[in-house]
């Protein structure tokens, strides 16, 4: 049951306390309590998303910004885009960053997953390896509006009785069709792709979501589903914050970390509880939340925790560190269509009438995300830039950039007049590495989040090539009659880097803050069975132990390291 209330804990027993309900952390929780041997508390920082509108309503993913749902974390000023500081969005909420995300359901290249295998040398991540796994997490769904989706997937590659519901979009602009039928005009740079999910994501297609008949489907309605949330095995206390994890003692020379410390009041005098688990502590408070608590428990880089005044117990370097983002740029062009979103976001009666259709059917244009199409694409092999760096995709079939393509604006305050067509671009390869550091005593400071964009010339070089390409992509045939005028005037090198500098921001697929590598390496923070490098009882799920950011969306990936860590602390338990 989820409650409030530490003193609403039937027990102070549990085998399991997992720190964080977030996308992976209910994921574990729903998989170790399929046993009823096992017990398992998880404790969340933020409230319920039971019934919150602003969650539900896949159209509106960006409006729990800067609300009680979200850190409200912002970052450092970053270098790379004229010393910035821009927001950080994540979720604090039950579900975490799932129940407030832009819902895009997207795997990556089969490279990913077996550069992770290679990384780690534990072949168990591998893409293949991992294929059960991405259909435990999927149960493909049909959209919501019904339509023939024959041509738009490839059954084939999917999972239709996992817990997670995935669908193509609900709701389809005639402009989406205009991008598909872009790919059949200008085939050789922008060739189509039946299927993005299937290991060869590169090309352009229907991007899946994680929407269950017009409604977010995010780790809270699906793991942690009624039918799951009443397994008396399972105890969710909401409303809690984890401060520390505590050693309990030592085996074989070893920190045991079997405690946590956490409060249920938001004030940084508030009296601190501790519980101890009986078998282990799974951190899965997310990249920033993971390093952050790992850091005020003493597990870090002991030179920069005793700089801090925190009491280094277990040196570990990596830990904050490996920070990977990806960069996104806004692109716009002026079109001669109303039938855009900003015709609705600008009409308070027809925005009306278009909630009261979500509100009775789940239907319509808010029954479906804020783009439909995406592409994956790579510059050229003969690129001068390979000339000073190594290529960092994961392979040949890996994409360098991405275009999020949408049918108009979304971010507020519009301009008042205009209806535009805007490409994201977005690199998904990026050499530049930041920080989630600490820089005081009290866990309630939020640490100093560095995620470092466009540090890199490489990053740069590829943002410059995906403005470029989605230029030459506005240019097709189908376009002809619909696109005005290109918005942004940039046209050089240097006017493009200042255009990108000025404009990037973070589209928020974060990961590696709590790197694995492979066992017995000097760097990295987990094992690649996820236990916590140099200490017992102690382990990390979730996308801050991803150790290089996929070429994509990232909650596929979380939920499928969540769901393979659940077989192998299973695993683990029946062995011991
Ligand atoms: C704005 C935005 C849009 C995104 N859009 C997409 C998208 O369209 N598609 C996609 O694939 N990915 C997207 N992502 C990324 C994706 O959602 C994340 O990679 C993924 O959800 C991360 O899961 P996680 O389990 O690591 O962390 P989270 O889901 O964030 O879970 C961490 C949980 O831990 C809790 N927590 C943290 N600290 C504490 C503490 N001290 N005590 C107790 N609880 C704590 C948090 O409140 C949270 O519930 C987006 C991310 C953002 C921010």
Known sequence: AVVTKVTDLPTRDFDFVVVGGGTAGLAVANRLTENPKYSVLVIEAGGSNVALFDSEVPFFNGHLFNTPADWNYTTAPMAGIEGRSVGYPQGHILGGTSSMNGLAYTRG?????DRYARLTKDEGWSWNNLQPYFRKNERWTEPVDHHNTTGEFNPAVHGFHGINAVSLPGFIYSFDRRVIQATSELPREFPFNLDMNSGHHLGIGWTPFTIDGGVRSSSATSYLAPQFAKRPNLHVLINARVTRVVQTGTSHGIPVFKGVEFTEDRTPTASRKLLTAKKEIILSAGVIGTPHILQHSGIGDSALLSQVGVKPLVNLPSVGK??????????????????????ALRNETLMEQQIKQWNESHTGPYAAATFATAGWLRVPDNSTIFQQFEDPSAGPNTSHFEFIIANGKTRLPLPPTGNFMVIGTVVVTPISRGTVLINSTNPFDPPVINPNLLDSDFDLFVMREAIRSARRFAQAPVF??????????AVTDAELDEFIRSTAITVSHCVGTASMSPKGADWGVLDPDLRVKKVAGLRVVDSSAIPVVPAAHTQAATYVFAERASDLIKAAWVMA
């Open 322 to 343: 490996n920070f990977t983002d990806h960069p996104f740029v806004a692109n716009t062009w002026l079109v001669n269509s109303t039938d855009t979103f900003e015709t």
């Open 109 to 113: 290249s089969s490279d990913d997953y």
């Open 480 to 489: 002809s009659d619909y696109v005005i005028s290109l918005v942004d005037t």
